[in-house]
């Protein structure tokens, strides 16, 4: 089977799909690899490296050539996908919502298309989660980001000149991001608290040795939704959590928002009435500016100041760590496919009836398949 790798053409991407690391795995499986001249240069990965691994680097018609799959960070466009073999497989993060057209070009195409954010989150299938390994390294980065943009240190300093205090750091959302965001604010020595809407997430938040902040005695607070996501909150609950957020938000020096919901929009978290209450000097990062935002006023791909506030919207967190993020991800897509692999056939065998497989395939035979995609 031979599989070839990518060079990302999205504007801002840095990642790539493939690692040596990953290369030497499948060719110890008996896949042949190819790899675009380049893809690896932004992850600090160079083509000599892909070489030394066993991969034949090329120009994307030869990578292309015959491929049976096509590995990618983000997805390719289904008009470039030229020369491949019947029915191959394109395995990605697809964005399959976002990009409904796309994934209806890649059924037209007759391939088989693989979103890997639409992995089920189940036990057996954590290796292979690519938004836990890529929100992971987000939290982090998102830390070092409002470290960057806040004027002030983050721990308390007691020096002969005085007491600095210790900066207060809320999180907003604790999924993976949030939680690597807790760990990495404790880290630097900020005081750091956080809220969510499951209640679930409460002992977590609290075992990091941040405060939690909930709502308390209203209905809808579970807000646990399908594979651990959360869900959109009831009117009342939304009221409750506005005002908690307030009057708790005034006394942050760092927020940090992590809230998405698969599918839809972005929830908004933060009004503008809220960073105005905010004292002068202090920063938000939004991670979901790429899906409309938590906070208003946040710009995608830009840093932008409100009410002496300064609002981080950083496009593609993940990929500003690309060698880190290049490394994990390029894991989730071994860890997939090796879970299927016939060592006879020498390639995946997919099938049918697996709850990952029915998770992530998209389209298959000339047709979309995926329940969540028709359904919506």
């Given at each position: 089977?031979?599989?070839?790798?990518?060079?990302?053409?999205?504007?801002?991407?840095?990642?790539?799909?493939?690692?040596?690391?990953?290369?030497?795995?499948?060719?110890?499986?008996?896949?042949?690899?190819?790899?675009?001249?380049?893809?690896?240069?932004?992850?600090?990965?160079?083509?000599?490296?892909?070489?030394?691994?066993?991969?034949l680097?090329?120009?994307?018609?030869?990578?292309?050539?015959?491929?049976?799959?096509?590995?990618?960070?983000?997805?390719?466009?289904?008009?470039?996908?030229?020369?491949?073999?019947?029915?191959?497989?394109?395995?990605?993060?697809?964005?399959?919502?976002?990009?409904?057209?796309?994934?209806?070009?890649?059924?037209?195409?007759?391939?088989?298309?693989?979103?890997?954010?639409?992995m089920?989150?189940?036990?057996?299938?954590?290796?292979?989660?690519v938004?836990?390994?890529?929100?992971?390294?987000?939290?982090?980065?998102?830390?070092?980001d409002?470290?960057?943009?806040?004027?002030?240190?983050?721990?308390?300093?007691?020096?002969?000149?005085?007491?600095?205090?210790?900066?207060?750091?809320?999180?907003?959302?604790?999924?993976?991001?949030?939680?690597?965001?807790?760990?990495?604010?404790?880290?630097?020595?900020?005081?750091?608290?956080?809220?969510?809407?499951?209640?679930?997430?409460?002992?977590?938040?609290?075992?990091?040795?941040?405060?939690?902040?909930?709502?308390?005695?209203?209905?809808?607070?579970?807000?646990e939704?399908?594979?651990?996501?959360?869900?959109?909150?009831?009117?009342?609950?939304?009221a409750?959590?506005?005002?908690?957020?307030?009057?708790?938000?005034?006394?942050?020096?760092?927020?940090?928002?992590?809230?998405?919901?698969?599918?839809?929009?972005?929830?908004?978290?933060?009004?503008?009435?809220?960073i105005?209450?905010?004292?002068?000097?202090?920063?938000?990062?939004?991670?979901?500016?790429?899906?409309?935002?938590?906070?208003?006023?946040?710009?995608?791909?830009?840093?932008?100041?409100?009410?002496?506030?300064?609002?981080?919207?950083?496009?593609?967190?993940?990929?500003?760590?690309?060698?880190?993020?290049?490394?994990?991800?390029?894991?989730?897509?071994?860890?997939?496919?090796?879970?299927?692999w016939?060592?006879?056939?020498?390639?995946?065998?997919?099938?049918?009836?697996?709850?990952?497989?029915?998770?992530?395939?998209?389209?298959?035979?000339?047709?979309?398949?995926?329940?969540?995609?028709?359904?919506g």
């Amino acid at each position: 089977m031979k599989i070839a790798v990518l060079k990302e053409t999205a504007d801002g991407e840095r990642r790539v799909s493939a690692t040596p690391e990953t290369v030497k795995k499948f060719i110890a499986l008996g896949a042949s690899m190819a790899v675009e001249t380049g893809a690896g240069e932004a992850a600090s990965i160079s083509d000599a490296d892909y070489v030394s691994a066993g991969a034949l680097v090329g120009p994307r018609e030869q990578v292309l050539g015959g491929a049976e799959a096509v590995f990618g960070v983000q997805g390719p466009d289904p008009a470039s996908l030229n020369g491949l073999a019947p029915g191959a497989l394109v395995i990605a993060a697809l964005n399959p919502f976002g990009y409904r057209e796309r994934v209806d070009g890649y059924a037209q195409a007759g391939v088989e298309a693989l979103a890997m954010e639409f992995m089920p989150r189940i036990t057996r299938a954590q290796s292979m989660d690519v938004l836990s390994s890529q929100a992971n390294l987000g939290g982090y980065k998102a830390v070092l980001d409002a470290a960057a943009e806040y004027g002030r240190a983050f721990p308390m300093m007691m020096t002969a000149a005085g007491t600095i205090a210790a900066a207060r750091v809320f999180i907003m959302g604790v999924g993976v991001a949030g939680l690597q965001a807790i760990a990495t604010a404790r880290r630097l020595g900020a005081i750091v608290s956080a809220t969510d809407v499951r209640a679930a997430t409460k002992e977590q938040i609290e075992s990091l040795g941040a405060k939690a902040i909930f709502v308390q005695n209203v209905a809808g607070i579970e807000g646990e939704g399908s594979g651990g996501y959360a869900t959109e909150m009831s009117d009342e609950y939304k009221a409750a959590q506005a005002e908690l957020v307030s009057s708790h938000i005034a006394k942050q020096d760092i927020v940090i928002t992590t809230a998405l919901i698969p599918g839809r929009p972005a929830p908004r978290l933060i009004s503008d009435a809220q960073i105005a209450s905010m004292r002068p000097g202090s920063v938000i990062v939004d991670l979901a500016v790429e899906q409309g935002g938590n906070v208003e006023g946040a710009v995608l791909g830009a840093v932008v100041e409100r009410h002496g506030v300064r609002i981080v919207g950083h496009r593609n967190v993940a990929s500003r760590l690309a060698a880190d993020s290049s490394a994990l991800y390029a894991r989730n897509l071994y860890n997939f496919l090796s879970a299927f692999w016939d060592k006879e056939a020498k390639r995946p065998v997919l099938p049918d009836d697996d709850e990952i497989v029915a998770g992530v395939r998209l389209t298959r035979g000339g047709q979309v398949v995926n329940q969540r995609l028709l359904a919506g």
